[in-house]
């Protein structure tokens, strides 16, 4: 097999069909692993997911683990608060894990590169490939080198503008967010005002997502995503002053706030029309995005390379024909789109909704909602991404 991407989908890819003894090597484009600063929130399913290939494990050592979360009125003083103790007869883990990307995909490496049936490669960037009557012929490019790697598989893990989708002229569907998102982050501590480390904040003027995370040990750093003009430059919008003034204007401090890293990137919601051509498939960002309210793009990336492994070693070993690989497709499909999409996009038009009595309506409901252990549960069983595997697992 060879790999496209060496993100936590196609790492987590090569190490679930490796553990199998499935061959496999990873081509990344970049000389290293790259230093992704926005997603890091893993749901309950997904460190179980990665638990068995020691994964988890050492992911604990350096996350925190959040077992409550907040949906908050920024202006109405509404704060609704989960807690995924209630999962606890449901799933060993019971809470989110915090840990930032670019600290999960060192992980996977090492543990990938002790597989005896696996190989990473960086500085290959694939360029094309050509089906063969049992294979695929994959050509790569490395430091203006080019070369050739023959597969009986391609997956194609490697992000948002993958190659591989563009090579199999595969329509990316559905749209842009108008506005840019900016990320900032802070060691100042907001638990102090309330805040647990991982909060919606609603607003109609402008939401805010926030989320705790490990940074390089205690305290750690807070960081905050706030919707951004899309018609400014991004000079402009990470201008401190205005930066500061965010802060300031989120919640009041008598001082300027630290700020450790700011950025500006633009949102997504698209689904690839084809995730399987031949033997070329696609999987993670390549194959889908969706905006960062709720924490779904990365996990929904662990939960595809898994799935795709699984089946992927039953064919290469004869244990089923390549028809299984469909229902990889079916199943992940559905997922992301009657779940992982519409979650994210029903977050995001709950944070910005401007019908004052609608917000308040909404805000009122899902305090009901937190207050009542038996729907919290239900609630949570959705938005902790539970509900949504049970049910796509189900198709055949």
């Excluded at 400014?232 to 002053?241: I, K, N, V």
Aim: hydrophobic letters at 40%; one cysteine or more; a neutral charge.
């Amino acid at each position: 097999m060879v790999i496209a991407g060496a993100g936590p989908t196609g790492l987590m890819c090569a190490v679930a069909l490796a553990r199998r003894g499935v061959p496999v090597v990873v081509c990344e484009a970049e000389p290293s692993l790259t230093h992704d600063l926005r997603a890091g929130t893993f749901h309950p399913p997904t460190q179980e997911m990665m638990a068995p290939y020691g994964i988890t494990g050492r992911m604990h050592e350096q996350g925190l683990q959040v077992r409550r979360w907040q949906i908050r009125s920024r202006r109405g003083g509404l704060v609704a608060e989960f807690d995924l103790g209630l999962l606890a007869d449901e799933t060993p883990y019971p809470y989110r894990l915090h840990l930032e990307q670019h600290r999960l995909t060192p992980i996977q490496l090492d543990i990938l590169r002790k597989e005896p049936a696996a190989g990473v490669h960086f500085h290959h960037r694939i360029i094309g490939f050509e089906h063969k009557a049992d294979s695929v012929l994959v050509r790569f490019e490395s430091e203006g080198i080019p070369g050739r790697l023959e597969a009986s598989w391609l997956i194609g893990a490697d992000g948002g503008r993958s190659t591989i989708r563009r090579l199999l002229a595969v329509e990316f569907e559905g749209f842009t967010w108008p506005e840019q998102f900016l990320v900032v982050s802070t060691p100042y501590d907001l638990a102090r005002h309330g805040f647990t480390m991982n909060a919606y904040v609603a607003d109609p003027i402008e939401w805010a997502a926030v989320f705790k995370m490990p940074n390089s040990g205690p305290p750690g750093l807070w960081r905050l995503a706030f919707p951004c003009d899309p018609g400014l430059p991004e000079d402009t919008l990470l201008d401190p002053r205005g930066v500061q003034a965010r802060m300031q204007g989120f919640l009041p401090l008598d001082h300027d706030y630290e700020i450790r890293y700011q950025s500006i990137y633009r949102v997504h919601q698209r689904v690839a029309a084809d995730w399987r051509r031949g033997r070329v498939l696609l999987a993670g960002d390549a194959a889908h995005l969706n905006n960062p309210l709720g924490g779904f793009g990365l996990n929904s990336g662990i939960h595809d390379a898994v799935n795709l492994a699984e089946k992927l070693a039953k064919v290469w070993s004869g244990e089923a024909d390549d028809s299984l690989l469909e229902r990889y497709v079916r199943q992940r499909r559905a997922a992301t789109i009657e779940h992982v999409q519409a979650m994210s996009i029903r977050n995001k038009r709950l944070l910005e909704e401007r019908d004052p009595q609608v917000h308040r309506s909404r805000m009122e409901e899902l305090v009901a909602i937190a207050g009542d252990p038996q729907r919290a549960r239900a609630y949570m069983l959705e938005s902790s991404m539970i509900a949504g595997l049970r049910k796509s697992a189900q198709i055949e």
